[in-house]
Nanobody, 121 residues
Framework: VQLVESGGGLVQAGGSLRLSCAAS????????MGWYRQAPGKQRELVAY???????DCAASVKGRFTISRDNAKNTVYLQMNSLKPEDTAVYYC????????????????WGKGTLVTVSS
């Protein structure tokens, strides 16, 4: 399973960005997809996730500002980020919890290479 992220960039505080992540390869099933972020000098943290049944959750720090959605037909997850703050600056990583292969393999976590989001004050 390969993940390709797009949509990062530089934006002023209060602005918006939309991240996309497309999963490809031989995928038997996807359990959940989500976004993590890692700011300089900090640990990677969960931003938001969406399960195959549509259930979502997000970090308290982004609640009300970020929205996660998913296109199951395209195996793509989106993160709409509004009212961005300088503290949102980080590398954002896409995560996919899935079973690869033609026959169901083990449930594994797959990661994208990350996309940088920089919010200027």
């Amino acid at each position: 399973v390969q993940l390709v992220e797009s949509g990062g960039g530089l934006v002023q505080a209060g602005g918006s960005l939309r991240l996309s992540c497309a999963a490809s390869g031989i995928i038997f099933s996807i359990n959940a997809m989500g976004w993590y972020r890692q700011a300089p000098g900090k640990q990677r943290e969960l931003v938001a996730y969406i399960r195959s049944d549509g259930i979502t959750d997000c970090a308290a720090s982004v609640k009300g500002r970020f929205t996660i959605s998913r296109d199951n037909a395209k195996n793509t997850v989106y993160l709409q980020m509004n009212s961005l703050k300088p503290e949102d600056t980080a590398v954002y990583y896409c995560n996919c919890n899935a079973r690869g292969g033609i026959v169901a393999g083990p449930l594994m976590d797959y990661w994208g290479k990350g996309t940088l989001v920089t919010v200027s004050s």
